[in-house]
């Protein structure tokens, strides 16, 4: 799916997020995975401080740490890459 529906997608409500959409998505928006601990795959960004914390259940993303990364996205302004 490409990047800018998948957002839509999200931002419109849906829950039944793929973990490697929400990898593709945090990577879009600059996001690089620095290290996995366990099931806890943590992201980092450039320009910001905070970590992401992204996890694999059953293929899905959890639905809070979808929302962190959309606050993230918001709080920081941050723009889709490409």
């Known amino acids: 799916m490409k990047k800018r529906k998948l957002l839509e997608k999200i931002l419109a409500g849906s829950k039944n997020i793929r973990f490697a959409e929400a990898i593709a998505l945090a990577e879009a928006f600059g996001f690089r995975l620095d290290r996995i601990n366990g ?9 910001i401080p905070a970590l992401l914390n992204l996890q694999d259940v059953n293929g899905k993303v ?6 962190q990364l959309l606050n993230l996205i918001e709080q920081y302004n941050l723009k889709m890459e490409g």
């Open 39 to 47: 099931s806890h795959h943590i992201f980092v960004h450039k320009n």
């Open 62 to 67: 959890k639905p809070y740490q979808l929302k």
